[in-house]
Every structure is written in structure tokens, then in C-alpha cells.
């Protein structure tokens, strides 16, 4: 049975960095894309940033660099740094698994999911 349970959120100010993780039981991070998502109140689910069993990664905003996402194979886990945080990262945060190789962005790739941590991040 496959289990992804994120850790980490909270209540951060603006400028804050976290960073969440994403602990995986019943399948090999190192074996199948792991993506992050959020989603704001209000607002559709959103692409976030994945890593493919290969470490390709893949960012929303590749330009700004602010979210990082990276793994610990030893830990089974998946990691989404995030610095100079603001009010609009707001969400819950989402851990999902695709058995896809290529490094997607669609949500619909992704067959397993997370119950997700909140991080909130006051202005």
C-alpha cells in the first residue's frame, strides 16, 4: 500500500524560508516522478515542482528559483525547499507519485497523492 505524508507547514512570515517533506512508504522515490502541488483557498490545484526517478527537476517558475525540490534516497523522502516566501504561496501542499519517466506538470499524471501540509505565510 502506498503512503505519502507530508510534514513541515506552518505559520511562517514573509521573506521565511521552509521547507516541507514528503516521507513515502510502499514505493521508491528513486523509482517514479515525485511532484509537489498546491493548492490556495479558492483556487485550482497547482504545479509546483517534480523530480523523475532519473533527478530531473522540474519548476512552475524556473526563473525565480525560490522553490527547490530534491530527495534523500535513503530516507524515502522528497523535499520542496522554499525561500523568500510570500502571502501568495498560501496553500496546502501536496505530495504526489507518477510512475511516468518523463518530468511532468500535469496533475492527472499523478496516481498517488498526499493528505497534504499547510503553510501559511503572514504578511
Known amino acids: 500500500q502506498v503512503q505519502l505524508v507530508e510534514s513541515g507547514g506552518g505559520l511562517v512570515q514573509a521573506g521565511d524560508s521552509l521547507r516541507v517533506s514528503c516521507k513515502a512508504s510502499?514505493?521508491?522515490?528513486?523509482?517514479?516522478?515525485m511532484g509537489w502541488f498546491r493548492q490556495a483557498p479558492g483556487k485550482e490545484r497547482e504545479f509546483v515542482a517534480a523530480?523523475?526517478?532519473?533527478?530531473?527537476?522540474r519548476s512552475a517558475d524556473p526563473r525565480k528559483g525560490r522553490f527547490t525540490i530534491s530527495r534523500d534516497n535513503a530516507k524515502n523522502t522528497v523535499y520542496l525547499q522554499m525561500n523568500s516566501l510570500n502571502a501568495n504561496d498560501t496553500a496546502v501542499y501536496y505530495c504526489?507519485?507518477?510512475?511516468?519517466?518523463?518530468?511532468?506538470?500535469?496533475?492527472?499524471?499523478?496516481?498517488?497523492w498526499g493528505q497534504g501540509t499547510q503553510v501559511t505565510v503572514s504578511s
Open positions: 523530480i523523475s526517478r532519473y533527478g530531473v527537476t
Open positions: 504526489a507519485a507518477s510512475p511516468s519517466i518523463a518530468t511532468r506538470d500535469d496533475e492527472n499524471a499523478y496516481n498517488y
Open positions: 510502499g514505493l521508491a522515490v528513486n523509482n517514479f516522478l
